[in-house]
């Protein structure tokens, strides 16, 4: 196959922003080729030819952290917080992550299947190719299982990439609250460690926060997560500073996320381990907090920052990536260039998937084409979808 007559934005360092009369050659569900049109082999002109009418060609976007597997909702709780209730009140009320925990153990594997899959393809709709899926609503052996099958059967049910992250570390269940350190040992590690015997898990997360779990519980876990080979990330410095960002570059985490009270050492040690940051807007967003994460600080030490939904019942009830990207922008000052890339070549970094996230030869043919003219009007418009088609390994899926 080949895209002919599109402007490329490619994401690639030696590319200019917008290739503008280029072509793209697909084969095998990768990318041979692509380019401006003048420059194509002569050899790969001869390909089944599709007109792209001169739309914008993007990689297909990556959303790298969702929980996008969960029971019930807490529409309650929007209420709780707009009356003035702090996030962390109603979590220590037996509200917030509990209450999903509650409603996704009561709820069978098939509604919390059909109700993802609903998520799912919102995000599609949008141009999400890959998404990561988080458990964490379970906190006990038979719902974070069922939550981890749920999340892979996504993928045999749509054109859609996943990978999987175990995160028992998300939350104390009520049947250990006050005791972390017997949750951690006989619940989340052996727990995380069936998981992985079933091939369930891809990474391995943690929520390391004074309402959830301190350093020293997410380090055993990490600990647990390395003797299984399995890579680490972490929710950190969210609501507090707390050493999460520290304890991650000490286990080689692939990202730190939310990283709004991160410190200017602490972005030095994400330079030096070689991390993602993922901004996280709509949890910003919707908790109505004021601590912005450090983004031209971490400009200035050239970390890789990604963009995700966070898409959940609670914090970020999103399932619109171009929103996340306006939002990311419009309150953490990004430039729409930033935010793009955000959600494709360095959401692919904070998932260590080296083989998508930019328009090159050799990589994965996950493509967006856009009813736009330039790549900041995605990050531009509210409420607007410009998605004209999805490509997901060279074949075309829009909704499905």
Not at 171 to 190: M, R, S, W
Not at 254 to 277: K, N
Not at 289 to 297: D, I, M, S
Request: proline share 6%; charged share 20%; hydrophobic share 40%.
């Amino acid at each position: 196959m080949l895209l002919t007559n599109c402007s490329l934005v490619s994401m690639r360092d030696e590319d200019p922003g917008v290739i503008r009369h280029a072509a793209i050659a697909v084969d095998g569900g990768t990318v041979r080729w692509a380019g401006a049109a003048k420059d194509l082999p002569a050899s790969l002109s001869r390909n089944n030819s599709v007109d792209m009418e001169g739309r914008l060609v993007t990689p297909g976007l990556i959303d790298c952290h969702t929980h996008l597997v969960f029971g019930g909702n807490r529409a309650a709780e929007f209420e709780q917080r707009l009356q003035g209730v702090d996030y962390a009140a109603i979590a220590r009320a037996g509200g917030g992550i509990l209450s999903t925990v509650r409603a996704t153990r009561a709820a069978p594997g098939s509604t919390l299947l059909k109700d993802a899959l609903g998520r799912a393809d919102c995000l599609m709709a949008e141009g999400v190719t890959t998404v990561e899926i988080k458990s964490g609503y379970g906190l006990d052996q038979d719902t974070e299982l069922k939550m981890l099958r749920v999340a892979r059967a996504i993928s045999e049910q749509r054109m859609l990439d996943v990978r999987t992250t175990y995160l028992g570390a998300h939350a104390l269940p009520e049947e250990f609250i006050g005791d972390p350190d017997a949750y951690t040992d006989t619940v989340c590690i052996p727990v995380m460690r069936r998981a992985a015997s079933q091939g369930l898990i891809d990474a391995v997360d943690g929520f390391c926060e004074e309402i959830a779990f301190d350093a020293d519980q997410i380090g055993r876990v990490f600990e647990a997560a390395r003797s299984l080979g399995l890579p680490v990330k972490l929710h950190a410095e969210q609501l507090s500073h707390q050493g999460g960002v520290a304890l991650a570059a000490q286990y080689g985490a692939m990202s730190v996320d939310h990283i709004e009270y991160a410190r200017e050492p602490d972005v030095a040690l994400m330079a030096q381990a070689g991390m993602t940051a993922v901004l996280l807007p709509g949890a910003f967003y919707t908790l109505g907090e004021t601590q912005r994460p450090p983004v031209a600080a971490m400009r200035r030490a050239e970390v890789p920052m990604a963009v995700a939904t966070d898409c959940n019942p609670g914090s970020s009830p999103l399932t619109s990536p171009l929103l996340a990207m306006n939002m990311a922008c419009t309150l953490f000052g990004l430039t729409p260039d930033e935010a793009l890339r955000g959600m494709t070549i360095n959401a692919a970094r904070a998932l260590r998937l080296p083989d998508r996230g930019q328009v090159a030869p050799g990589l994965r043919a996950d493509l967006c084409v856009w009813d736009v003219d330039t790549p900041a009007e995605l990050a531009y418009r509210i409420g607007f979808n410009p998605l004209h088609q999805r490509y997901c390994q060279g074949e075309p899926s829009w909704k499905p």
